[in-house]
C-alpha cells in the first residue's frame, strides 16, 4: 500500500491547502511531464534559479531552438514555466505553483546538460543573452553586426 498522501506533503514542506485535490491541473502537469525533454528543461531552470532563454535553455539541452520551444510551450500550458520579454528575448522560470515546488523535491539535472548551460551562460553580456536567433533580427534591424553576432545559429 502507498504512503499516505498528507505525510508526503508534510515531509517535503508542501501545504495541503494550496496543493488540494485540482485534479484537472494535476493531470495537466502530470501530461506535460510525460515527455523526458520536459522534465530536463524543468530541472535545467530549477537547477539555476534565474531566468533562461530559449537559445540558452537548447544550448543546455543539446537541442535546436524550435524543439525547445515546443516543450516550453507545454509546460506554460500546463502553469509550470512562465516567461517574460525583454526585447527579442524571451526568458523562462519555473512558476511557484505546488507541483513545480514538489518537482524541486524529486527531479535531478543532469551533470552534461549543467555544463553545457554553464559554458553557454558565460557568453551573457550584462547578465543578458545576446546569442542566439534574436541577435540577427536585433542586428538587421539596427543595420549592425556585433562581434558576438557570428555565433548565431541563424546568420547567414
Known amino acids: ?89 524571451a526568458y523562462y522560470r519555473p512558476t511557484d505553483n505546488p507541483h513545480v515546488r514538489f518537482l524541486r523535491n524529486v527531479l535531478c539535472t543532469d551533470s552534461e546538460d549543467v555544463a553545457r548551460m554553464q559554458s553557454r551562460l558565460q557568453q551573457r553580456v550584462a547578465g543578458r543573452c545576446v546569442v542566439g536567433p534574436a541577435c540577427a533580427a536585433a542586428e538587421k534591424e539596427r543595420g549592425q553586426i556585433s562581434p558576438l553576432a557570428a555565433t548565431c545559429g541563424s546568420r547567414k
Not at 4 to 18: F, H, L, S, V, Y
Not at 37 to 55: H, K
Not at 69 to 77: G, I, P, Q, V
Open 1 to 89: 500500500m502507498g504512503a499516505d498522501c498528507g505525510t508526503i506533503r508534510a515531509n517535503m514542506q508542501i501545504d495541503d491547502e494550496k496543493m488540494g485535490t485540482d485534479y484537472v491541473a494535476l493531470a495537466a502537469a502530470l501530461g506535460a511531464l510525460g515527455e523526458p525533454t520536459r522534465l530536463r528543461l524543468l530541472a535545467l531552470l530549477m537547477t539555476f534559479n534565474e531566468p533562461l532563454c530559449v537559445c540558452e535553455l537548447s544550448s543546455g539541452l543539446g537541442l535546436p531552438d524550435y524543439q525547445t520551444s515546443r516543450h516550453l510551450a507545454a509546460l506554460r500550458r500546463a502553469g509550470l514555466v512562465a516567461y517574460s520579454r525583454q526585447g527579442l528575448w
